[in-house]
């Protein structure tokens, strides 16, 4: 499976060259036989170095960079790679799915848990 579109691609690089917004994830990267997710929002010039959240499986997901190459090269038993959710829909901004992620240990897509985080981030203004 190809892992970015040209279009994914350039909606990426675009949010990147925005600089510091609370973009709303534009692609979900997943293990198909893991727990590893993550949500990303923008990429970096270079093509390679992505920004968002991740969660490799280990109740502590994590706001950060990572490598295209790296998550493109990854092998998994049965032929398997990283794929893309093409189903995925991002109905928030990156600050609500990693408060959620936060209070959950794990990425979550509930809209009963997402609209709770953002009742807490609201909050806390």
């Known amino acids: 499976m190809i892992l970015l579109t040209d279009d994914t691609r350039d909606r990426l690089l675009a949010n990147g060259r925005q600089g510091d917004i609370d973009h709303v994830p ?31 499986g280990f109740g ?4 950060g960079s990572c490598s295209l190459a790296e998550l493109t090269s990854v092998r998994l038993p ?3 790679e990283i794929e893309r959710d093409i189903l995925f ?28 985080a953002v009742a807490t981030l609201r909050d806390r203004r």
């Open 26 to 56: 534009v692609v979900k990267f997943f293990n198909p036989v893991g727990a590893a997710t993550w949500l990303i929002t923008e990429m970096e010039a270079d093509g390679d170095t992505l920004f968002g959240l991740a969660d490799l």
């Open 60 to 63: 502590c997901p994590e706001l």
């Open 78 to 80: 049965f032929g398997l």
């Open 89 to 116: 829909q991002a109905t928030f901004p990156l600050s609500v799915y990693a408060e959620a992620a936060r209070q959950a240990g794990s990425i979550v897509e509930s809209d009963r848990l997402l609209h709770a």
